[in-house]
């Protein structure tokens, strides 16, 4: 079962991204991440719980609410 708002979390995280002009390549980088893991955590292709802890930490890191 998925965290709570993982998917309104998703949509948070991309909504912030395009407000402020960031590529998902950009915040790949910033996580030491591999871009196309980050694309399915945001499109929702990938959930698990480690895809659950990455959004619950942009949206921290980042104060998206």
Do not use: C
Not at 11 to 24: A, E, H, W
């Amino acid at each position: 079962k998925a965290m709570p708002n993982a998917d309104g979390g998703r949509q948070k995280i991309l909504d912030y991204l395009k407000d402020n002009d960031l590529t998902i390549t950009t915040l790949a980088v910033q996580y030491s991440m591999a871009r196309q893991d980050v694309t399915n955590i945001l499109n929702g292709k990938l959930k698990n719980p480690q895809a659950n802890r990455f959004i619950a930490r942009v949206i921290e890191d980042f104060k998206i609410r």
